[in-house]
């Protein structure tokens, strides 16, 4: 129940999102539509943190999967200390410590933020008191303005330094840590402009934040750097370092194999190969969604109309 209404809530900002970034090819009156849903959606969250448990999964001999509200956390141990990758919304931090000391006595080290996405990064307001907190420098920027655009609406009377990543990078970065190499991959332009998938080399592990989730149509934030092509080169890109072992931690849902996120890769090749088609025969977005692109993925849930005007778009881009 808590899954779904956390995927409700991803899914509900994501066509929201997606409609204000596609006003030419939406209509206003889908977001009057949409907005009370979201409130709905907000509402569900905030009330429901109590109710949240924390489901502890491991991965290998030193990853483990924290499933709560949110984006799905990773947690390396070993003799350094705990490092965390994400750490969904800040009234679980409570539950996430509690869940990360039944796995070792030692404090967060550090936190690694996947993307700026607040399902994903919630938590950073209070492990950043006292860990260091890692971001690519666009989602650090982008978190930035999130605080900012809170004190603005008056959710809060300023922006919460604990919050901004401490360690930010602009390209690929190694961090070395619990005996281990922990290898941050920059993606430019895919979920957001300021992804990185964590790759645990020893231990064959890697979690994909957004890049790659197990709700459906995924989302690509447009208004924040995404493409959707960019969606496919990354993955393209990720499946080239890592093998049929790999365990993969995805941004929302159950773990998964490789060989599920080639499938997840070549359905949305398919889509953008069937598309790209009917636009260069001048088709417009309406009578391409007539064409029926997504012809043989009808069971994949999510929004696949919103996936679709994204495809469309990014094939402007
Ligand atoms: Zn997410
Ligand atoms: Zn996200």
Known sequence: MVTLISVLFDRTLAILIGNANTMKVANY???ALILPFLFLHLNAEAQNFED???VTTQVSDHIYMLEGSGGNIGVCVGKDGPILIDDQYAPLSEKIKEAVRAITDLPVQFV???HFHHDHSGGNEVFGETAHIIAHENARQRIIDYELDQVEQGNQSAVKPAALP???FNDDMTVYQNDMQIELIYITHAHTDGDVAVYFREENVIHMGDLYVQYGWPFVDMMK???VLGMVESLDHILSVIDGDTKIIPGHGK???RSEMIAFNDMLRTVIARVRSAKQNGKSLEEILEMKPMEGYEDVE????S???RVFLSLEM
């Open 302 to 305: 999510g929004d696949a109309a």
């Open 166 to 168: 401490t360690l930010v």
């Open 112 to 114: 690694i933020n996947t």
């Open 225 to 227: 750097g995404g493409n």
């Open 307 to 309: 996936f679709l005007e």
């Open 255 to 257: 773990l998964a194999t």
């Open 52 to 54: 949240v448990e924390i």
């Open 29 to 31: 009156q889908s977001l």
